[in-house]
């Protein structure tokens, strides 16, 4: 650390990855401070993980309310008020940005609350103010990519989503990645009519093929109306929206959940010699290096894995190998990750498909069952579960499920997969009964390939 500078560390940008990093790298004696120019927690707290996860437990009291009535219980009409819903959520994300806060203020983290510019590789730009710092840190995150069609300015992304004045009586949503599952299953389960149109045959490129064919034909149980190989080519006033098939329909929203774009535009990074790759993320080693030994990046404005998790050990990793003389490599293998869609997908490891290009053979084992709690009562969700195993060593290469808490199952299977465990190890825990869960240790179906 050097005296030579105003600080040791200066951190553009406040969401999960750049606070985490601000925060901890304070807690090892750094000097630490931080520019954010809008609410502190960035895309996950303000428009992201937090209020859509809130969002997704409202939608899913309607089949809350069905079944219950097959325990017994007379639940009246039950009636949804949209504005309620959004004042609560507002409000505790207000509380979570002042919590955020005050951990950096806590941890002794000077604040800027504006935008900051990178002058030179040890100089940021605040207010026409320049301040000098050993290390910077560009965590900026992404934002929301529409594609250029005419009439896009109608449509709105997930930013907007969150703060609408009303639900709508139909919605379309364009996509087929984590937004538009978990936003269409958000509607659908508000009383909205929902469509969903992907430009692909298969939902989640580059998810287990099985569990994203699945997870379409839950959603379509539901009610979603699922459009396949469907693209909108332009979108007319009244929102009546055009597809590549010649067909056409209106709707009373239009929302794009296309992508996301890494957030590096203005920041001057290219001037002062910070590679960036052609979707404009920037590019860094092992270690969240630029290609300048002082300008360090993480989270999705590096577009590796763009997941919260990721960003904030992303930060720790970085606080070690800056102020702890730790040097600590990324590590980006076997990350687990959910779609709160409606069932739930989550997943550790490899895909069937993945996990077969890279060995010569593996071994499936799944299952699929209707959930206990359904048992009573008219619903046909399917739980689903998948193991994928490499034949030679028995190593579970990959765990996959559809179905509920699928995400806060999959977190349990995630430490054995990452630990190497075999099949046989799992077989050897014992199950929880009755559980979902308990299936992971108890499978025995096997397919050959
Ligand atoms: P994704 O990259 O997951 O999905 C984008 C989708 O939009 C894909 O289906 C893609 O199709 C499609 N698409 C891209 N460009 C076009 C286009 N020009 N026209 C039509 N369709 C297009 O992005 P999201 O916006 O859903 O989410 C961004 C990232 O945020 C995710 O990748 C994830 O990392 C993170 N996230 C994580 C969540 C979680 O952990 N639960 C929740 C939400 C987001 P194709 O596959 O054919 O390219």
């Not at 207000?94 to 955020?100: C, I, S, W």
């Not at 590096?264 to 993320?281: P, S």
């Not at 593996?362 to 579960?385: H, N, P, W």
């Amino acid at each position: 650390m050097s005296a030579q500078y105003d600080y040791d560390l200066f951190t553009i940008g406040g969401g999960s990855g750049g606070v985490r990093a601000s925060r901890v790298a304070a807690g090892y004696g750094a000097r630490v401070a931080i520019a954010e120019a809008s609410l502190f927690g960035g895309t996950c707290v303000n428009v992201g993980c937090i209020p859509k996860k809130l969002f997704a437990y409202a939608a899913h009291f309607r089949e809350d309310f069905a079944i219950a009535a097959s325990f017994g219980w007379t639940v009246g009409e039950p009636r949804f008020d949209w504005a309620t819903l959004r004042a609560n959520k507002d409000r505790e994300i207000a509380r979570l940005n002042g919590v955020y806060e005050r951990l950096l203020v806590d941890a002794g983290v000077a604040i800027h609350r504006t935008r900051a510019k990178v002058r030179d590789a040890h100089t940021v730009e605040v207010d026409g103010k320049t301040i000098t710092a050993q290390h910077i840190l560009i965590a900026t995150g992404s934002w929301p990519q529409v594609p250029a069609i005419p009439g896009r300015e109608r449509a709105i992304t997930s930013n907007e989503a969150f703060h609408l004045e009303r639900l709508p009586e139909s919605a379309l949503v364009v996509g087929g990645g984590y937004v538009a599952l978990e936003f269409a299953s958000i509607f659908n389960g508000l009383g909205v009519a929902t469509t969903l149109a992907y430009r692909g045959q298969r939902l989640l490129r580059g998810f287990d093929a099985e569990l994203a064919t699945r997870l379409g034909a839950e959603m379509a149980m539901k009610g979603v109306a699922l459009r396949l190989q469907a693209n909108p080519t332009r979108i007319d006033p009244g929102l009546r929206v055009a597809f590549e098939d010649g067909s056409a329909a209106d709707y009373e929203l239009v929302m794009f959940a296309t992508g996301r774009k890494p957030n590096t535009a203005g920041l001057g990074l290219e001037a002062v010699g910070v590679k960036l790759a052609a979707d404009g993320a920037v590019v860094v080693d092992a270690y969240s290096k630029s290609t300048v030994d002082s300008i360090w990046a993480i989270g999705d404005v590096t577009n590796r894995v763009n997941l919260t998790p990721v960003a904030t050990a992303e930060a720790m990793w970085l606080a070690k190998t800056l102020f702890r003389g730790e040097p600590t490599p990324v590590d980006h293998e076997i990350v687990p990750t959910a779609v709160f869609a409606n069932p739930n997908l989550a997943t550790v490891g490899l895909s069937e498909a993945a996990a077969r290009a890279r060995f010569s053979e593996v071994e499936i084992y799944k299952t699929s069952f209707r959930a206990l709690r359904d048992s009573l009562s008219a619903g046909k969700e399917q739980t689903f579960m998948k193991l994928v195993v490499d034949s030679a060593s028995q190593r579970v290469l990959g765990a996959h499920m559809i179905g509920p808490d699928a995400g806060e199952i999959i977190q349990g299977i995630a430490v054995a997969v990452k630990l190497g465990a075999t099949k046989a190890q799992f077989d050897a825990t014992i199950g929880i009964h009755p559980t979902a869960a308990e299936e992971f240790v108890t499978l025995r179906e096997r397919f050959l390939g």
